[in-house]
């Protein structure tokens, strides 16, 4: 491809219940969580017809059954106010809802996909590396344990998404070998500087303008790829549905147009689960962006690429 061609990347926080433990809101999303296996099995057919190589970041212990694991004793625990014992809140100590908390068929599932899917991480257990609290040996033992835990199922991820988009201890993430990480999304209101109670306003202020999502421009750093974030595919939920209702769909038409025009990378994020409250409405809505997507691909104007690839033609200098 033409290095003026732009480049869509999809990436998925795939975590079922896993996001919401330390925070006492798994009952909240419960219905969510239970839909979340028929929602992907949907994306993989649809990344299939559309040929889209996704990025699945994954939380490990989706993968291994934790009832009555011993796999974190001994690790040092996270000094973070909204939770007094990171380990011990673990639901594997209480007897858990497996359908809530493990996903063992995952992988087979995306193994067996068409198009090739990338398996990347989410953590061992969702840990948030740059929240105040977590030192660099939390960071060590939890990215550790994920690694370990792919490994051993026959895969080495190259690519890692941080829990709720909050990015630290890159040294340590450099340690790992891994090539790439998703920055927080290109918006001068997603810095850390901004108190966290005015983002909200302003990102349903971008929702309900139809504003245009960023083409964006991946960074190398000692090796470290970034990739930020182009926008997150908003659902059918949580006040979004306030917004217009294709207004999601609109600004990805944007996004996507700007990367073609630019040679730059249009970067679509969200959770499976996200999908969950309304599948229908959104699982067509998605299929609504990836079909303008296979229209550019179709003339040429734009690649489609996991991160893991989006990585290796940084690396190569393809945005210097």
Same mark, same amino acid.
């Given at each position: ?215 964006? /421009? #991946? @960074? ?5 790829? +970034?990739?930020? $974030? ?5 659902? &059918?939920? %949580?006040?979004?549905?306030? /917004? #217009? @209702? ?5 600004? +990805?038409?944007? $996004? ?5 025009? &630019?040679? %730059? ?56």
């Amino acid at each position: 491809m033409d290095e003026d061609t732009g480049v869509f990347v999809l990436s998925l926080d795939t975590e079922l219940a896993w996001g919401m433990f330390d925070l006492g809101r798994v009952d909240e999303f419960e219905a969510a969580y239970r839909q979340t296996p028929s929602i992907i099995e949907h994306l993989c057919n649809l990344f299939d017809e559309y040929r889209i190589p996704a990025t699945w970041a994954i939380v490990s212990h989706l993968l291994t059954d934790c009832e009555g694991d011993s796999t974190h004793v001994g690790q040092s625990n996270p000094d973070f106010e909204w939770v007094d014992d990171w380990f011990g809140a673990l639901p594997c100590t209480d007897g858990l809802d497996r359908d809530l908390w493990y996903a063992p068929w995952l992988l087979d599932r995306l193994r067996s996909c068409q198009t090739e899917q990338e398996i990347g991480l989410h953590g061992a257990t969702h840990m948030p590396l740059g929240a105040d609290g977590c030192s660099a040996q939390n960071a060590r033992e939890e990215l550790g344990s994920a690694i370990e835990t792919l490994n051993a199922l026959g895969e080495d991820p190259q690519t890692f998404i941080f829990p709720r988009n909050d990015i630290g201890h890159l040294d340590v993430l450099r340690e790992t070998q891994m090539q790439v990480y998703r920055e927080v999304d290109a918006r001068w209101y997603e810095t850390p500087r901004l108190p966290s109670a005015l983002k909200p306003p302003l990102r349903f202020a971008d929702e309900a303008l139809h504003q245009t999502p960023p083409a964006v /421009t #991946p @960074s190398v750093h000692d090796g470290l790829v +970034a990739v930020p $974030g182009s926008q997150i595919f908003r659902p &059918t939920h %949580g006040g979004w549905q306030y /917004t #217009p @209702s294709k207004s999601t769909v609109k600004r +990805a038409e944007k $996004g996507i147009e700007r990367a073609a025009r &630019t040679g %730059g990378v249009f970067h679509l994020w969200f959770h499976p689960f996200n999908l969950g409250h309304e599948p229908k409405r959104d699982l067509q809505r998605l299929e609504d962006v990836l079909a303008v997507v296979d229209e550019f691909a179709d003339r040429g104007q734009i690649e489609r690429r996991s991160m893991q690839e989006v990585a290796e033609l940084a690396l190569n200098g393809r945005w210097e």
